[in-house]
Nanobody, 120 residues
Framework: QVQLAESGGGQVQPGGSLRLTCTAS????????MGWHRQAPGKERELVAR???????NYLDSVKGRFTVSRDNGKNTVYLQMNNLEPEDTAVYYC??????????????WGQGTQVSVSS
């Protein structure tokens, strides 16, 4: 079983910055990919950014140039640095980690979600 612990959400003014952190723990053998999704009220959950084992990253078009995803493999941790935040970024942000357990079973775990609110 793999657990995720998220932190770093909050309320900021437009143009502000936040950094989200997600750490995976448990029976982890290897992690293939780590990423962040978000869900705004009345909207479907969408992929914001992800980073895979070789360091390749993907971003939602609307956050390119403002958000940066990174990972610390030694700590099983993924970060999302969010700069120049806009009101449209307001949502609950969820961490997602894909990998394999020590029992050689694939897993896809989700964090509990952290609220990001951008308003003046």
């Amino acid at each position: 079983q793999v657990q995720l612990a998220e932190s770093g959400g909050g309320q900021v003014q437009p143009g502000g910055s936040l950094r989200l952190t997600c750490t995976a723990s448990g029976s982890i053998f290897t992690i293939a990919g780590m990423g962040w999704h978000r869900q705004a009220p009345g909207k479907e959950r969408e992929l914001v950014a992800r980073i895979i084992a070789d360091g390749t990253t993907n971003y939602l078009d609307s956050v390119k140039g403002r958000f940066t995803v990174s990972r610390d493999n030694g700590k099983n941790t993924v970060y999302l640095q969010m700069n120049n935040l806009e009101p449209e970024d307001t949502a609950v942000y969820y961490c997602n980690v894909l990998g394999m357990t020590k029992q050689l079973r694939s897993f896809s775990s989700w964090g509990q979600g952290t609220q990001v609110s951008v308003s003046s």
